[in-house]
T-cell receptor
């Protein structure tokens, strides 16, 4: 069965430091991959998506992610974190076949930013 | 364009009462999804619709839960009777096409006492 694993439940980084959030997926075919961010009391906002093509994708707010098929990974990166980036981040894989737009989400990684 | 609109934002009610959550998807989006978010289980897909037709309701926890989409601009998720373990944040999301990104509402925080 398809699954998404985010190994880090909580990460703390200093403001201005670089960030990498890990995501591993299990899926038989070429996956559709997404990263979402959730601020407290709000819904999920799309950061970026990968469907095909260039394996390095750029998103909003200065985030990027790299799809590595050999490692079944889709890690999220940002070169310099801002205090406003503190939130929860979710990786998701879209099921194919006849499952329409169904997404499987990871458990999320909570990001804290130190001044 | 307005985003996905959910109401109410907060709901507190007593066990046994009927609860109805409402969602207005983004105009033109063919897919509508209902999710539940808890600390223990994370984000769970409950049910989703395509062109107002339920496609997959395998995530609906039990018969106390039901969802409808009478037209392209409105959906409801109903819990009857409600139980304390139903306390969670319920999200509605919509997307325009197959495998296009989903747009989420701000959720309904439900507390069953």
């Amino acid at each position: 069965a398809q699954s998404v694993t985010q190994p880090d439940i909580h990460i703390t980084v200093s403001e201005g430091a670089s960030l990498e959030l890990r995501c591993n997926y299990s899926y038989g075919a070429t996956p559709y991959l997404f990263w979402y961010v959730q601020s407290p009391g709000q819904g999920l906002q799309l950061l970026l998506k990968y469907f095909s093509g260039d394996t390095l994708v750029q998103g909003i707010k200065g985030f990027e992610a790299e799809f590595k098929r050999s490692q079944s990974s889709f890690n999220l990166r940002k070169p310099s974190v801002h205090w406003s980036d503190a939130a929860e981040y979710f990786c998701a894989v879209g099921e194919g076949g006849n499952q329409g737009g169904k997404l499987i989400f990871g458990q999320g990684t909570e990001l804290s930013v130190k001044p | 364009d307005a985003g996905v609109i959910q109401s109410p934002r907060h709901e507190v009610t007593e066990m046994g009462q009927e609860v109805t959550l409402r969602c207005k998807p983004i105009s033109g989006h063919d897919y509508l999804f209902w999710y539940r978010q808890t600390m223990m289980r994370g984000l769970e897909l409950l049910i989703y619709f395509n062109n107002n037709v339920p496609i997959d309701d395998s995530g609906m926890p039990e018969d106390r839960f039901s969802a409808k989409m009478p037209n392209a601009s409105f959906s409801t998720l109903k819990i009857q009777p409600s139980e304390p373990r139903d306390s969670a944040v319920y999200f509605c999301a919509s997307s325009p096409l197959y495998h296009q990104p989903q747009h989420f509402g701000d959720g309904t925080r439900l507390s069953i006492l």
